[in-house]
């Protein structure tokens, strides 16, 4: 004849909690592949809208200088591609204060 083990229903539900918050789980994905661009001076046009007495114009054009050590990812990412990869598990949430672009 075999004995049966009783736990009570607390102790199932505290072990099947523990069960699924220690889980396995499999860790975020290394940091994206960046590549480095090289520290020069460019002009852009910023994005917008600009009027002058009631016409379309151009942008003004602004010069900014890239400092030495500035990298971007090597593959664009949109904000929809990385809310599914934070939804799934595989990258971290946006720190808190940073906003997408």
Do not use: N
């Not at 069960?19 to 994206?32: D, F, K, S």
């Not at 200088?65 to 971007?72: S, T």
């Amino acid at each position: 004849m075999h004995k049966a083990t009783r736990i009570s229903l607390p102790a199932a539900f505290a072990i099947a909690a523990a069960a699924l918050l220690l889980g396995p789980r499999h860790p975020p994905e290394p940091a994206p592949e960046t590549v480095a661009l090289t520290a020069r001076a460019f002009t852009f046009r910023p994005a917008g809208d600009y009027w002058q007495e009631a016409r379309a114009i151009d942008a003004p054009a602004r010069r900014e200088r890239l400092q030495p050590g500035f990298e971007v990812m090597k593959y664009q990412v949109s904000q929809a591609e990385y809310a599914r990869c934070v939804a799934e598990g595989d990258c971290l949430p946006l720190s808190e204060g940073d906003s997408p672009p």
